[in-house]
């Protein structure tokens, strides 16, 4: 059956643009033509990690001020655990209620990828370890792990705002400093002022923008023939390449403490202790206590990144100036190795920073002593 005469001249002019486009993209890829955008979104973590907040996939998601959050019901890596999944609340371990217990201590953690249980399962972490071990000692609770991979202090801030607070803890126990806080920030803008803009990757669409203008050299031509038409934006783009060069040559230094004064960390030192003392202050409000948990890392980690030793001291200093509980895990672990025990056996193999089960068991351990000592709470 012949198509209409109206309906054939319409698909011939269709071939012809697709047509048309093809050679033209393909003779600018071979003409070597780039025009790159110098107005990217904003790095909501990093470029690898938002391309799969965009799409939905993955082990988390877009989240409002969070900026991203554990995606419930996505499976947690079966290498670390088989057969678990994120609950349906966004967390790990099982699901509570809004309301508590009459009689039952609830503890929430908040932390970072180690909080969360990077590379163990559920029942390896300190927060289920806790949990046990408070157990055996007759004290019934609960505790909500609320930590997430990648996190800063600030963004722990917003989701104890945004989820803790609502299940209202008795206890609340922060595991910030041990990495996160002090990495470079991404775009020259630290967690806070991401935080503020209220910057969200917006899914599948933004995805699809975003690859049309940086894959499809068509996009760029277009792009380039606006910009000439305006003028130009080589200055601009110039200024946009200088930003760039300078960051990438300040992230070798990220782990000096002299990186302050030349760039800009996600989390610096002054803004850590105004994030735990708002975090503090949130958390009292609330009616609970707020504990500080020093976490662990591999020497060799604060040999190469000594500013690290001060955001462990930075917490050390405030639990005595604030009057706030501190478990020092760090210190557990030094005194392990003192006593004969291998850091290998600590940490998850090949991985400075994450404990393995017998690490979060020496966590556990000395939380379970110092909320021991704050019992019955005051």
């Not at 319409?10 to 697709?18: G, T, Y």
């Not at 089960?357 to 019955?376: F, N, Q, S, W, Y």
Request: with cysteine; charged share 30%.
């Amino acid at each position: 059956m012949s198509l209409p005469r109206n309906a054939r001249k319409l698909l011939i002019a269709a071939l012809s643009v697709v047509a048309f486009f093809g050679l033209l993209e393909l003779g600018l890829r071979l003409g070597g033509f780039r025009y790159p955008p110098t107005d990217e979104p904003i790095t909501i973590w990093n470029r690898l990690e938002d391309r799969d907040l965009r799409l939905g996939l993955g082990l988390h998601r877009s989240e409002a001020r969070t900026l991203w959050g554990p995606r419930p019901g996505a499976e947690i890596p079966k290498r670390w655990s088989p057969d678990e999944k994120v609950n349906a609340h966004g967390w790990r371990g099982r699901e509570l209620p809004l309301e508590k217990s009459s009689g039952v201590l609830r503890i929430a953690t908040l932390g970072d990828s180690s909080t969360f249980g990077y590379g163990v399962g559920y029942a390896d972490t300190y927060s289920a370890q806790l949990q046990e071990l408070l157990t055996a000692q007759g004290i019934a609770c609960e505790v909500l792990d609320a930590g997430v991979v990648g996190y800063t202090i600030r963004q722990g801030l917003e989701r104890y705002k945004r989820l803790v607070r609502d299940y209202k803890p008795d206890i609340v126990i922060e595991a910030f400093g041990a990495v996160n806080d002090h990495h470079q920030a991404q775009g020259g803008i630290a967690d806070r002022d991401k935080i503020e803009s209220d910057a969200v990757e917006q899914g599948l669409w933004t995805e699809l923008c975003v690859r049309i203008r940086h894959d499809l050299l068509i996009s760029h031509f277009m792009v380039w023939l606006v910009d000439e038409l305006q003028g130009g934006k080589g200055d601009e783009r110039n200024v946009e390449f200088t930003k760039e060069l300078k960051e990438f040559r300040l992230s070798k230094h990220v782990g000096r403490v002299e990186f302050d004064r030349v760039g800009k960390r996600r989390v610096p030192l002054a803004d850590f202790k105004a994030a735990l003392l708002e975090l503090r202050d949130a958390v009292e409000a609330d009616g609970g206590r707020l504990v500080l948990l020093s976490m662990p890392r591999q020497q060799s980690i604060e040999d190469r990144a000594p500013v690290l030793t001060h955001y462990s001291r930075l917490l050390l200093e405030l639990g005595l100036q604030q009057q706030l509980p501190l478990a020092d895990g760090r210190k557990q672990f030094r005194i392990a190795l003192r006593e004969g025990r291998e850091e290998k056996e600590l940490f998850v193999p090949n991985d400075a920073y994450h404990p393995s089960r017998a690490g979060h068991a020496l966590l556990a351990a000395e939380l379970a002593r110092v909320i021991g000592a704050m019992l019955p709470l005051r």
